[in-house]
């Protein structure tokens, strides 16, 4: 705390141009912002933006900003190189080939917004608007803007990111942890205090147990990894959670290398371990929750040595982690989206919800925050759906997830069912894509080579980025060119604080998502968009509800004075969680529910549980003795966001191919070395990476990179964009209780090496795309 305050009393203020949100140096003009790199990433950091002659220049933390304290990635401080690469899309385009020949007619803007409408009014009169999907990608960027569109603009219902099974991304600990204690939590690094570290009330995690998530390189949503290793600096220990040895495994008290898919027992081992030793706050448990009883008798059916037969981890590790944690004062979990990425799902985000409620650590200084939007300004995927008819909302394509979605936690339609719909037009045809800012192919499709399929079968398919996909190369029949962030107005809200993004350049004809949103709204319905332009678009969004004082210029302008800060601990003391301002939680019972109501009502299982992955040793030990090996994917790297940054120098020369991790006792019993490429395959396919070998993994795992596409290849081979996914092996419509959660991080396989002649003579890419695909069941 004391460094801190010598940092902040260290800065030149002045020198930053406190209090000023634009100002002149020299022949810069500099813009005091938030960044997202373009066009994922989840949170929205503080930086100054140069440019000169309408052109951005360079690119600075900004040190006086409180969220990021000037610290930046690697893609944000190579935004320029993303901003002005040759290959970005510069104009529309119509397809004037066959789909994926790559042949392209530049159109105007105009005869863009009339060729779509035409299209959409067409489908909608004659098909109905729910014939009409539309697809966005990840990205805090885009989570309100294009719902906008899609709820109140075509007014369909079936809004996805599509091909992924399980809504298997961040949803489930949303709704998870909410019925748990009514709101959303993350960890207390001091982000509500404007002051931060400094602040007299707040103080450093004694603990904090890493699961499933490597907090440097993925910065989730409002979190950024450089607040924790903060934190370890005054102290916190770690507890490390994930079958590879991370930066934070390193550094850990204790490191738990489990199988993947297992998790959930694993949390429910701890859970035992802390009841049976009576570790936890009995003051809370007693006055502040509900279901300690069933928990207690629940948690009993997984003692330590089943769950080390389970999990593949010493008894003795379990119980060092479960009482460590239990023993510190404050605790905290940072949790990742191996969460949503295995069949027990939904009892994992229990389970470990759990954990929390039982210590004491809930909305605690150095615990976990309940924290709610900025301004309470909370309209986001669900932007818009009041314009969407309601028998036209009806025929939302929910799926195993019905019972969830019924209850307006989940907006958006089931990727699964709308995938069947696709093939079959069961229960009703589907005829038109709408997929902005989401590489489809190269990232979330499980099954890639099926989703390819199936999108081949609608009629009409808009791709609107800023490049040119392997997914608008085989599938777009126009292509729309999106700005990034320096090219864009924008807002943040999720969760705090709110801030504003500032339009400061402009390459060729890309337009900003805000500017797609109005435009096109406009033209197809009117009434739902009485806006000029993307500032009319942002003003109505801050004030539509919440209670925001100002508009968009003022939070652009005077930002930090509009910032949101929700510093106050143990709010369900303070009757600031409910609507009646009784004092307690946001649950059905006003207490932090162990054992949830609402889970009941999704009819969900309200008490924790394990079940095995549906491949693996215990489940399939036929097919486990042929594919031995169990691969885990989606882990992120500095370089990349999904599967944005591949076509970047810079980038690239940091990470030039996509690395397969595995032991070296794995790589010795399959005749590999270093830096050979590999085959992983399973009986639904393959795909190529690097050998990266390392000791620091669980010698049952290997771990494969998602996201890869090789822009150098060129559209005409689709940019390689099978060669190298591990989505060749993924399987859709396999997921965890009530249609949550898939076993994507659980799959078995087996490797060996690449030799070139031999067996590389038909590529992944070749396979798919001309032959049909690996001809699995």
Known sequence: MADYKEYLSGINRELYHEGEWQWQEGEYTVTRSHQYTAPGCHNSCGVLLYTKDGKLEKVEGDPLNPFNNGKLCMRCLNLVEAVDHPDRLKYPMKRVGERGENKWQRISWDEAYAMICEKVNYYKKNFGPESIVGVHGTGRNINWQLPMLFNAGIQTPNISTLFFSGFACYLPRIVGSTAVNGDFMIVDASVQHP???????????????????????????????????QCMQMGTKIISVDPRLTWWSARAEVWLPIRPGTDAALAIGMLNIIIEEDLYDHDFVENWTYGFEELAARVKEYPVAKVAEITGLPAEKIQKAARLFAQAKPAAIQWGLAFEQQISCMSLVLAVADLIGITGNIDVPGGMLLVRHAFNAHRHYNCGSEFTPPEVAAKKLNGAAKGVAENSIVPHADSDVILRAMETGKPYPLKMLWVQSSNSLACPAMDAPRALE?????????????????????????????????????????????????????????????EIVVEFGKRLNPEAFPFENDVDLLNWYLTMDGDYPG?????????????????AYRKYEKGMLREDGEMGFNTPTGKLELAPLMY??????????????????????????????????????YEFFHSEHR????????????????????????????????????????????????????????????????????????????????????????????????????????????????????????????????KHG
């Open 454 to 514: 199936a999108m081949k079968k609608m009629e009409f398919i808009l791709v609107a980025d800023p490049f040119l996909t392997p997914t608008a190369v085989a599938v777009a029949d126009i292509v729309l060119p999106v700005g990034m962030g320096p090219e864009r107005n924008s807002v943040r809200n999720w969760w705090t604080p709110m801030r504003a993004q500032s339009k400061v350049c402009q390459y060729y004809e890309a337009k900003g998502d805000e």
């Open 647 to 774: 076509q970047l120098p810079t980038m690239r020369e940091f990470h030039p191919d996509p690395l397969v991790t595995m032991h070296p006792e794995v790589a010795a019993a399959n005749g590999i070395k270093e830096g050979e490429w590999v085959w992983i395959e399973s009986p639904r396919g393959r795909f190529k990476q690097k050998a990266y070998l390392t000791p620091g993994i669980n010698p049952q795992v290997i771990n494969a990179e998602h996201g890869w596409w090789f822009p150098e290849q060129g559209p005409e081979n689709w940019f390689g964009v099978f060669d190298s996914n591990p989505n060749n092996l993924t399987r859709a419509e396999v997921t965890g209780q009530g249609g949550i959660g898939s076993p994507i991080k659980s799959m078995l396989c087996k490797i060996y090496k690449v030799e070139e002649g031999v067996n590389d003579l038909i590529s992944p890419t070749e396979q798919v795309v001309k032959l049909g695909g690996f």
């Open 600 to 637: 009941m009502q999704w009819e969900l299982d309200p008490l924790p549980f394990h079940i095995e992955p549906p491949e693996g040793p215990v489940t399939t030990p036929e097919l486990y003795a042929e594919y031995p090996l169990i691969l885990t994917t989606g882990a992120r790297s």
């Open 551 to 567: 508009n968009w210029s003022d939070l652009r302008e005077k930002t930090w004075e509009y910032w949101d800060w929700d510093a």
């Open 195 to 229: 002051d931060r570290y400094a602040n007299a009330e707040w103080q450093a995690p004694e603990c904090v147990i890493v699961w499933g998530n490597d907090p440097l390189k993925s910065n989730a949503d409002g979190f950024l990894g450089h607040w924790l290793v």
